[in-house]
């Protein structure tokens, strides 16, 4: 039976490599599908909350522009991966589209993982060298950097897909899906884990004290669930690309990858509503709360600036 998965071109793929060649239970996947398909639904609902608030109803800074335009691949990868699961499941005839959603699926994965390894950089660099920061970075920086990075993603998914289409058994499709699959597992997430690892230690093992805020909190959790429930699927698209073939892959791969894109609004209400004992707490307090962080930096910056402007050693006063 044909999964609701998007499977990948299995030309050259080594059968070996699966457990005992067993055949996949059409119960399973149909079980796969299905719980994918209530978790995508879930996950758009609270990713278009998030691109609300974020988007109208709260004010940005550099950092929830990356937020956003993260929300934003979530939610379009799981409309991708929802429309998909009820083609399959409604037994439609998909023919072209096929590929189409598959495209569609690893551009908008694509995006959300070099996102994310922006993020972890950034907020990395904003601890360690928080001076060289607040001073050279452009205003504009987040939106620009977001731009670039939908727009690689796009080039490398757009390559693959008519490279592919034209020519699916050619060396330079085989090529290309390989170095996707090497850029995003073997550099992006390498380069996540680097700089999320230094900034925690940076920030739990350093003499100084740092206000890291819930921001710090969002980052920590939003990467340890990508790495755990997203990374899985760079994986086992990387293998099949070198051809190995393993049972009910990619379809575990997807489902990991829906519940990560799914689960990021909850983390970001959790956060944000953490010790809040309010009856009426709503949504947007509850944002922004999750991302007020900048704001007190800038707050406590101002307030030193002042100090400063009265003489060094009425900021000393005020430091003791």
């Avoid at 993260?70 to 072209?96: R, S």
């Avoid at 575990?252 to 970001?268: A, D, K, T, W």
């Avoid at 947007?284 to 991302?291: E, S, V, W």
Wanted: glycine fraction near 8%.
């Amino acid at each position: 039976p044909s999964t609701g998965f998007p499977v990948f071109f299995t030309h050259g793929t080594n059968q070996s490599g699966a457990v005992g060649k067993a055949e996949p239970s059409y119960a399973v996947l149909k079980f796969m599908e299905s719980f994918c398909l209530i978790s995508a639904a879930c996950g758009m609902v609270g990713n278009g909350i998030v691109l609300w608030y974020l988007g109208f109803r709260i004010r940005r800074n550099h950092f929830t522009v990356y937020i956003l335009n993260l929300a934003a691949a979530d939610f379009g990868y799981l409309l991708c991966i929802a429309v998909e699961t009820v083609q399959y499941l409604m037994q439609f005839n998909v023919g072209v589209q096929f590929g189409v959603f598959l495209f569609l699926d690893l551009f908008m994965y694509g995006t959300g993982l070099y996102l994310l390894t922006t993020i972890s950089i950034e907020r990395c660099l904003s601890v360690l060298c928080p001076i060289w920061c607040r001073s050279h970075r452009p205003k504009h920086l987040s939106a620009i950097i977001s731009g670039l990075l939908w727009g690689l993603s796009l080039l490398l998914n757009t390559l693959g897909y008519v490279l592919c289409t034209l020519n699916p058994s050619g060396r330079s499709c085989n090529l290309l899906l390989i170095t996707i699959g090497t850029l995003d597992f073997l550099f992006c997430t390498p380069l996540m884990l680097l700089f999320s690892l230094t900034l925690f230690l940076r920030v739990k093992c350093s003499s100084q004290h740092f206000r890291t805020g819930r921001l710090f909190t969002i980052i920590m959790l939003t990467i340890l669930f990508f790495l755990i429930f997203a990374v899985p699927l760079s994986i086992l698209i990387l293998f099949d690309f070198l051809g190995y073939k393993f049972l009910y892959s990619p379809e575990i791969g997807f489902v990991l990858s829906c519940v990560n894109s799914s689960l990021n609004p909850v983390i970001y209400f959790l956060v944000g509503s953490y010790r809040d004992r309010r009856i009426k707490f709503t949504l947007r307090l509850a944002f922004q709360r999750a991302f007020e962080e900048s704001r007190e930096g800038k707050r406590e910056e101002k307030h030193k600036d002042s100090f400063q402007a009265l003489g060094p050693r009425s900021w000393e006063f005020e430091q003791k």
